[in-house]
């Protein structure tokens, strides 16, 4: 052994590739299917059963226990077809999440018509639910409730009608997003679907999904809005293919009647003086009906107008999520918290759909850092996809926590069902241990990572297939085990300011045509950099405030805790740091940082790279006996080809999944007196790779050379 780690290593600190010189990608798979004996085991986070006790509620505007005590969701989506494991898959899946700190799982696309579904496939309409696919998704959800994970059931994100639904113009709808909120047959069916799904009694858990203490939260519809439609002219009535996709506009039909329900919602609403003063600012003749507004028409439009308009749209908003919460709550009974939508669009404002989303319990939003663009390759008819591939520690001021930060309401919990740095990003080590880091600073509730699978496990290879997979990416995954201490322990303490924002309905109105230059928080005068350095909620939608602190420019922007350093400027040079007793990280340009924290410095070789530290035994890093040393970089497949500005691929390439091993010396500081010290790199199911690695012991702590073995991480032991 001691002749195989010194040709492993070398001299112990010795490096192995020239400053400067690419660090050669290596392969690492993860391992889903073995969960024992695993070194790292993040489930003693977890309170199994999900809901022993009873339900998940509210208390002081947060997720709470039957008992009052906090909870938090530190969750991932299944997609499709994963939501339908096969039984002896579901378990070793559920054990797998588990392993890795995951309390929640978010089942969305269970309407899917892409992939798996619980709607009868050969069937012409989608109004009856399968038998099978019901009894696997049951399975699942006892499953993850024995291991402590609760469940979000999603109620309409995929469903593509049939022409036996009775639905109009159907193949030209694509989801048929937005027409819920005006078209009573859909509302029906969606009222329908809801009542199948939540009244069927899963045997294994011996309870109907309505009083299903595991499932904690029930969500109405995905990423759907109607004034959103409204300002991205998907209500203009031009649609004439079939087979649109997500992001459709509606058909002529639809159009008009929203016409006609706009014009009959006037004539009810307002005065005869009012609705005669509208039809002169519209140029329409008494009797005729006024037309609705397209966006290029917003900034000519007078304001009567306009926000006359707007109001109409978010009293379809207003009018569909309660009654829907009505059906849900009053006549189903369901235990679990009901989201309406998510806040998912920060190109413009979400601020008017926040006002009906926050009539149910829980406010949600979504975001991506540097979504893909999808295009169509004109010479093969191939989808193709760019990425501007940037950092965010670059980038603090539209940063993920930046944006979402804009959601959350006073006294609502809040939660991010859906986000991620989608693969290929080189610097997406980035993104979960960051969003741990200030999620946590800012006191949400929840985050679930966007999506575990896409696939059914028999399907799962070892490759990253697509965008978003988090399961089969050594990065990814390895953070989220290292940010499951962070986020569920409340290493990071919660803001000391809150800094509220608060709008009259005339400002929340007149925000749907600002410009996008005023992103993401679309509030003149509020510090971008303000999530950063305190928390933020909104107040009120009932009246305005303008007046907000102005805070100097500068890096770093640190929080009001002092637990966290933005540090920003010249490109290439970004960095977060992370500073708790048990938890401390330094995220971004570490090598040009050359920065130290109490417990944790580090020499980098890597360009680019996130190096967390967090205690596993619940004690602070100085008297820790155990220690989780995450080191990440870059993932990607093997012989994967970029094109030439590292914008798209012109190649995904093939298994297996590689990374880009993090090299250099790390030392571990300040330590309590210690007889001995252990470094065990781990392979992917966190067994031994070997039983340690060389070390040089200091007179408080320990340096030690890694990255010669491909591994993300490592177990550290310390014998008192």
Excluded at 105 to 122: A, E, I, M, P, T
Excluded at 126 to 140: E, I, N, S, V
Excluded at 150 to 172: C, F, H, Q, S
Excluded at 418 to 424: D, G, I, L
Aim: aromatic share 10%; net charge neutral; proline share 6%.
């Amino acid at each position: 052994m001691r002749f195989l780690l010194a040709t492993l290593f070398g001299t112990a600190l010795a490096a192995s590739t020239a400053v400067g010189a690419p660090i050669p990608m290596e392969p690492f798979v993860m391992n889903w299917r073995e969960n024992t004996e695993a070194l790292v085991d993040m489930s003693f986070l977890l309170d199994a059963p999900a809901g022993k006790d009873g339900s998940v509620r509210i208390k002081d505007g947060h997720l709470a226990r039957p008992d009052g005590t906090r909870f938090r969701i530190w969750g991932a989506n299944v997609t499709g077809s994963a939501c339908f494991p096969a039984k002896d898959d579901a378990r070793i899946v559920a054990d797998h999440l588990a392993r890795f700190g995951i309390n929640a799982v978010r089942f969305h696309f269970l309407d899917s018509n892409w992939s798996g579904s619980l709607f009868v496939k050969g069937r012409d309409d989608t109004r009856a639910l399968d038998p099978a696919q019901l009894d696997r998704l049951d399975y699942f959800v006892w499953a993850l409730k024995q291991r402590g994970i609760y469940t979000n059931l999603n109620l309409n994100v995929g469903r593509t009608y049939r022409k036996d639904d009775g639905v109009r113009d159907y193949e030209y709808l694509g989801l048929a997003k937005v027409i819920n909120y005006f078209d009573d047959h859909v509302q029906m069916l969606h009222r329908e679907y809801a009542q199948q799904l939540l009244i069927h009694y899963n045997p294994y858990t011996e309870s109907e999904y309505r009083h299903e203490p595991a499932v904690a939260i029930v969500e109405l519809v995905n990423e759907n809005s109607i004034v959103e439609a409204w300002f991205s002219d998907r209500l203009l009535g031009e649609n004439t293919s079939k087979r649109p996709g997500t992001w459709t506009d509606i058909t002529a039909w639809y159009a008009q009647q929203l016409t006609d329900k706009y014009n009959v919602w006037l004539a009810k609403t307002l005065s005869a003086t009012e609705l005669a003063k509208l039809r002169r600012l519209a140029n329409v003749a008494e009797g005729a009906a006024i037309p609705r507004l397209t966006s290029s028409q917003f900034r000519d439009a007078p304001a009567k107008r306009f926000h006359t308009e707007a109001r109409f749209y978010m009293h379809l908003e207003r009018t569909y999520f309660q009654r829907m919460y009505d059906l849900l709550k009053d006549e189903l009974g369901v235990k679990a918290l009901i989201v309406a939508t998510s806040d998912h669009n920060h190109y413009r404002s979400g601020y008017p759909l926040l006002v009906s989303a926050s009539l149910c319990d829980v406010v949600d939003g979504h975001v991506y850092w540097q979504h893909p663009s999808y295009g169509r390759d004109t010479a093969t008819g191939r989808q193709t996809f760019s990425i501007p591939n940037t950092p965010m520690v670059d980038d603090p001021l539209h940063s993920t926590v930046v944006q979402l930060a804009r959601s959350a309401v006073a006294g609502k919990p809040y939660t991010v069902s859906e986000t991620n740095h989608p693969f290929p990003n080189e610097y997406a080590c980035e993104g979960i241990p960051i969003l741990a880091a200030y999620a946590a600073f800012l006191d949400w509730d929840g985050i679930f990572f966007y999506t575990f699978e896409h696939q059914a496990p028999a399907d799962w290879g070892q490759r990253q297939p697509r965008h978003f997979e988090i399961r089969p990416d050594p990065v990814k995954m390895t953070n989220i085990a290292a940010g499951a201490g962070l986020f569920l322990r409340h290493d990071v303490r919660s803001a000391q300011e809150t800094l509220t924002r608060s709008y009259s309905p005339e400002q929340l109105r007149e925000s749907i045509r600002a410009s996008s230059s005023q992103r993401p928080l679309f509030t003149p005068g509020f510090d971008r950099s303000i999530p950063l350095r305190h928390g933020t909620q909104i107040l009120s939608f009932e009246r305005s405030r303008n007046a907000y602190p102005e805070f100097k420019a500068g890096s770093p922007i640190v929080s009001d805790t002092g637990q966290l350093r933005w540090y920003h400027g010249r490109p290439q040079t970004g960095l977060v740091t992370v500073e708790t007793e048990k938890s401390q990280a330094m995220i971004g340009f570490v090598k040009q940082a050359n920065r130290s924290l109490p417990h944790l410095s580090a020499e980098i070789e890597n360009e680019f790279c996130s190096i967390i530290l967090t205690s596993l035994d619940g004690k602070a890093i100085a008297r820790a006996s155990e220690l989780l040393l995450a080191t990440t970089a870059r993932a990607a497949n093997t012989n994967m080809k970029w094109n030439e500005d590292r914008t798209s691929l012109e190649d995904w390439g093939s298994a297996p999944t590689a990374i880009e091993p993090v090299r250099g010396t790390v030392t571990l500081q300040n330590l309590t007196p210690f007889a001995r010290i252990e470094v065990i790199p781990l392979d992917s199911a966190a067994r031994p790779l070997f039983p340690s690695i060389p070390i040089e012991t200091t007179s408080d702590g320990c340096r030690t050379a890694i990255g010669k073995l491909a591994t993300p991480w490592y177990l550290v032991r310390v014998r008192r």
